[in-house]
């Protein structure tokens, strides 16, 4: 039971980085463009993804986590490289609620505005998209720390 709980919770934790990750990538493509249309199209999919494999991966990960660290006999806070995991992919949840989230939002409604306007703010545009690829790196370091700290378990 303890290795099909590991292999969903490392799956789930792939999932999760690489949608993050894929996002970063595909916006940076599409803002070379400084087309509205691929940005507004660029940020919706960044946004859905979010939706159907961020957030459940969260779920999972964090059900699976407690699920084989109560298998293995370990204590969640009293385990520091676990804590220390936890508190890093609590971070990234935090930043993305507070700031990621917002700024897509935002990036996408002025890509919107935009593209049904037809005069396009570049600037307000790139303004949001260095804040949101700033937060969404701090988002995306902080649970690849987490990652670092489940398979080297220093201390232990």
């Known amino acids: 039971m303890y290795l099909l709980i590991k292999l969903l919770h490392v799956t789930a ?6 949608n ?6 595909w916006h940076a493509h599409a803002a070379r463009s400084g087309d509205p249309r691929l940005l507004h199209h660029a940020v919706d999919g960044i946004i859905r993804s979010d939706r ?6 969260v779920v999972v990960i964090i059900v699976t ?10 204590g969640l806070l009293r385990t520091p490289w676990i804590a220390w995991a936890i508190g890093l992919f609590a971070f990234s949840g935090v930043l993305y609620v507070w700031q990621v989230a917002p700024l897509q939002e935002k990036l ?17 545009y790139h303004g949001l998209a260095r804040r949101w690829e700033f937060w969404g790196a701090l988002s995306l370091l902080a649970p ?10 220093p201390g232990s």
């Open 52 to 57: 159907w494999f961020t957030l459940p991966g």
């Open 20 to 25: 993050i990750t894929t996002g970063l990538f």
């Open 144 to 153: 690849v720390g987490a990652l670092v700290l489940m398979v080297l378990k």
């Open 108 to 124: 996408r409604t002025v890509a919107r505005e935009g593209l049904q306007s037809g005069t396009f703010d570049h600037g307000r």
């Open 65 to 74: 986590g407690v699920l084989a660290s109560l298998h293995a006999h370990l």
């Open 13 to 18: 934790v792939i999932a999760f980085l690489g």
